[in-house]
């Protein structure tokens, strides 16, 4: 039997209610538009549809994937757009993004419609889920890794704008996760798996367990999950910074320095590099500027520059643990209390390359590295005169040394999250009515602290390489060697090398009251209402190392955020029966709802909804509604102190073109600049004066059941679904894009895209504000379809097909001054991309103990911007000159599984091949990291195996 519609019924702030709630069920009714997944109200009714899409993934979708984290299955869905997960190798250069919520290390997000995690909100058991900190800000999106799969029943998707019916966040859809209420018996799981390549291990191992007796229900659960890395350097595509191009896009920070310098005495520009082997090198100043070198330097080439991909990561390490109880007690048969706890502890590291360190203006990095002199009496100087960053004369150009003997940059986070949830819920009759309340209360806390190997005090740079005397009065000063490859002793790490420990906390306080119930009955049905209260507090701290405080930190810059802020919401939501039993209107209903919200920030804030529900007849069924939301500026965005990340920008400026050299010059940069290293780094900062966000949604769509298609010998039923969706978001909170902030500062010289961007003497831009604010529009259009046929069953089994796809046939994003942003349809920029279109494709069989599955998943192809690489082959200049076209992709999934219940109290064992026909991701030119954009495709050599075992007791 099959599962074809769902609703899910729930007051505000409650969970799924007592037992008369409505669940997802299968059901065999002869009225087949009964059938559709639909969600969205919170009042309680009969109907198993809606005026809203839900996508439901029932547990047999949730096994049937393969993966073992929440957000990755989502992430596999048609309406997701780009989002965190476990292959961004998210730390290092990365830094701070201008919204305040860190990088999200080891996190795993969700994103619809391509709008952002931020304007997704995610429930669990229609509560509100505390929101992430992965102790580099304070974050506003939901870690989907702080929740075990091992305790999910299901997963509601609602494919629409809900902020009247859930509050702020709601723009582009909810994720509300379903946790299972009990069991009988006790059940065991563990699984395996691992690419083909033999790297990539997962691990994973779950006990739950449960009771009933006439009062009382009780359920536990605790797993185990363990997923290993995968190294870059392990895949060709990851291999090199940009794929196809060798060293030409590595770094110019080397193991054995890479040295800038004007020579005093003789007057020489040189660009030098110590010979390999050589710790001590000898300088010939008579030599002068020649390459021909007899002393123990050469001159500076491409093929010096530092390969820093073979030291990141492809798949990152995650560990979680975690433990989960809920009980439920009925005081009397009609009020009911529950209990539920959750503790869940991640481990998870990112890597990046040994941490470089540039001295001098021409790569600014921060004051005392852009400020130090290596001082002619160190002991390790060759060069015998001062080597001076800056000042009205500076000789020191650019010092570039990768410390190999450091090791790479290792960072450790450490995420605790803890929820408790209480609550009583019940019914009453009044007036002949029968009417549903709940009271609810729930605390959570998400507590992260991050362990950073391998990053460097820059105070103590300057020190080690200044004066000697200076570092002799400082007793535990090391004089510093950074010429040539291990050059730096164990004594030497001691002094510079620090380990750097941050912390970030959030917390979530919630309180509720909720009320639904028919009021009247009308002609065409009982008028029904739900209403009620909640409030919120959020609270958010992130506090950087001492030494980044003090500005010492050698690494990307930030500074302490803290913050709260609270919300009273009410809300009320209306069915009214219009039409019944009539010629073409079956059932007619409106729906109304409006949401008032007041917060402690910026005031208050109304949305409303208005849609229907038109059953024609017991075949077709319409839909539809209209909608308002806000998102509501979050403690990051508010309150985020000035901090920073190394953005990978290309200077306009560097070898200009005609078009925009004057511009260049009249910006103070010299005709032969040539900008040294690509990551720049970027200021961001929160905004206090932030309005909330505010949006318009459209949701139109129809499903088609026909009978002809009904119990008859070539289809047991045929379900046919489309819908358009439309979003018109306004006063989006965001920064400009930085690398069309400073294209658009070079082309117009406008003060409204150059202030706050500067530039010193040697041209090199060494001040980059990229600030929030409330920028501007994103709109965005399409449609989903929906094909649901089930086959008869035979001799041979049965057989069931799937197909979602999902087509965006406009997005588009305009800054405050109606600047077109470059992310739209069929593009990848940023490490995003918005495919046109999107589609999964399911087979599944089922014969007496054996189930089999066959999925195809579908990207369409993209294009991007070859960018400094288009003069190289493997810029296809396609579908114009300096464009790359990444082709359309499709992944096969297959897995076959037994059961069966002679062993214990049964047994079910699966095998299966994610990309089986191992696919590789088209090579991406314009992605920060490994070649490929992690938030679109499954990474390089990514055909992965798996076997699972679960046992029932």
């Not at 409505?22 to 997944?37: F, H, W």
């Not at 895209?753 to 500067?758: A, E, R, V």
């Amino acid at each position: 039997m099959r599962s074809y519609s769902t609703i899910y019924l729930s007051v505000l702030g409650a969970i799924t209610f007592a037992p008369t709630a409505t669940q997802a069920q299968d059901t065999t009714a002869d009225k087949s538009v009964e059938r559709i997944e639909v969600t969205g109200s919170r009042i309680k009714q009969t109907e198993l549809e809606g005026r809203s899409p839900v996508q439901i993934l029932d547990r047999d979708a949730i096994d049937r994937s393969g993966l073992s984290s929440i957000g990755d299955i989502i992430q596999n869905i048609t309406a997701s757009g780009s989002a965190l997960n476990t292959k961004f190798n998210s730390s290092g250069n990365f830094g701070f993004p201008p919204d305040g919520g860190g990088v999200g290390a080891g996190a795993t997000t969700v994103d619809l419609r391509h709008l952002g995690a931020k304007r997704v909100l995610v429930l669990v058991d229609g509560i509100r889920w505390v929101n992430e900190s992965s102790a580099s800000g304070v974050g506003g999106v939901v870690d989907l890794n702080t929740i075990p799969l091992a305790i999910v029943e299901r997963i509601e998707v609602l494919e629409d704008g809900a902020s009247s019916i859930y509050g702020s966040d709601a723009i582009a859809g909810v994720v509300n996760i379903i946790t299972r209420r009990s069991a009988v018996g006790a059940t065991v799981s563990t699984s395996f798996g691992q690419f083909s390549k033999g790297d990539g291990d997962t691990s994973t191992f779950e006990l739950s367990f449960g009771g009933e007796s006439d009062k009382h229900s009780y359920f536990m659960a605790a797993s185990y999950n363990e997923q290993k890395s995968v190294a870059a350097d392990t895949r060709a595509q990851s291999s090199l910074p940009v794929p196809g191009t060798g060293l030409a896009f590595g770094s110019s920070a080397i193991p054995g320095g890479r040295f800038i310098i004007n020579d005093p005495n003789t007057g020489a520009s040189l660009d030098l590099v110590p010979n390999a082997g050589i710790t001590s090198p000898n300088y010939d100043p008579t030599l002068g500027d020649s390459c021909d070198r007899t002393d123990d330097f050469h001159c500076f080439t491409t093929a010096d520059r530092f390969n820093y991909s073979s030291y990141n990561l492809l798949q990152t390490p995650n560990k979680r643990v975690s433990l989960y109880a809920q009980q439920r007690y009925e005081f009397t048969p009609d009020t009911n209390w529950y209990l539920r706890a959750l503790y869940n502890q991640r481990s998870s590291v990112n890597q990046a390359a040994a941490e470089p360190m540039f001295i001098g203006t021409f790569s600014p990095s921060n004051y005392w590295m852009d400020n130090l002199t290596i001082a002619a009496d160190n002991p390790y100087n060759p060069f015998g005169f001062d080597l001076i960053a800056s000042g009205d004369d500076p000789n020191l150009i650019l010092a570039g040394k990768r410390p190999l003997e450091g090791g790479a940059r290792r960072f450790k986070q450490s995420v605790d999250t803890f929820y408790i949830g209480s609550g009583i819920e019940g019914q009453l009759e009044l007036a002949g009515n029968l009417y549903y309340w709940d009271v609810n209360a729930a605390y959570s806390t998400n507590r992260a602290k991050q362990d950073n190997f391998g990053s460097y005090n820059a105070r103590r740079i300057a020190t080690a390489l200044g004066p000697l005397a200076t570092c002799q009065a400082d007793p535990a000063c090391v004089p510093l060697n950074i010429f040539g490859v291990g050059s730096i002793t164990t004594d030497m790490l001691g002094y510079i090398q620090p380990v750097v420990r941050d912390t970030s906390e959030n917390k979530l306080s919630l309180y509720s009251a909720n009320i639904t119930g028919d009021i009247i009955e009308l002609p065409a049905g009982a008028l029904s209402f739900a209403s009620g209260w909640e409030y919120r507090k959020y609270t958010g701290e992130y506090m950087p190392d001492a030494l980044t405080v003090a500005g010492e930190y050698n690494g990307v810059v930030s500074s302490p955020t803290s913050g709260s802020l609270n919300v009273n919401e009410l809300f009320v939501e209306l069915n009214v029966p219009l039409l019944a039993d009539m010629p073409l209107a079956k059932q007619l209903d409106l729906s109304l709802a409006s949401r008032y919200s007041d917060y402690s920030t910026f005031g208050s804030e109304t949305t409303s909804k208005v849609g229907f529900r038109w059953l024609m007849q017991d075949e077709l069924l319409f839909r539809g509604s209209w909608s308002e939301g806000f998102r509501a500026p979050n403690i990051g965005e508010l309150f985020g102190a000035a901090s920073g990340y190394d953005a990978v920008l290309s200077d306009p400026c560097s070898t200009p073109t005609a078009a925009v050299a004057a511009n260049c010059a009249a910006l103070g940069v010299p005709a032969n600049y040539q900008q040294p290293n690509p990551q720049i780094s970027v200021v961001t900062g929160g905004n206090r004066e932030l309005a909330p966000e505010t949006s318009t949604s459209y949701n139109l769509g129809m499903v088609y059941s026909p009978e002809y298609a009904s119990s008859v010998s070539w289809s047991e039923r045929l379900d046919i679904g489309i819908s358009w969706y439309q979003h018109e978001l306004k006063g989006a909170i965001q920064a400009l894009d930085a690398q069309t902030q400073l294209n658009l500062c070079v082309q117009t010289l406008s003060d409204t895209f150059c202030d706050g961007i500067g530039r010193n003497q040697l041209g090199a831009i060494d001040q980059f504000n990229n600030t929030l604010t409330n920028i501007g529009s994103i709109e965005t259009s399409g449609l989903d379809f929906d094909i649901g046929w089930l086959l008869p069953q035979t001799a041979f089994g049965q057989f069931n097909v799937r197909l979602r796809a999902t087509l965006v046939e406009d997005y588009t994003v305009l800054d405050a001054n109606g600047q077109r942003q470059p992310k739209t349809v069929g593009i990848e920029v940023n490490d995003t991309a918005i495919p046109e279109w999107s589609g999964n494709l399911a087979l599944n069989w089922q014969h007496e103990a054996w189930q089999a599955s066959w999925t195809m998943r579908y990207t369409s192809d993209l294009e991007e911007s070859c960018g400094d690489a288009a003069s190289f082959a493997v810029c296809r200049n396609n579908p114009s000159t300096g464009q790359n076209r990444l082709g359309s992709t499709t992944y096969h999934d297959a897995q076959v599984s037994w059961s069966t219940d002679a062993i214990l109290s049964g047994m079910q064992l699966s095998f299966g091949v994610n990309n089986l026909f191992g696919k590789e991701p088209p090579i991406c030119l314009s992605c920060s990291l490994n070649g490929y954009d992690p938030s679109t495709y499954d990474m390089p050599g990514s055909r992965y195996w798996y076997l699972r075992a679960s046992f029932s007791i």
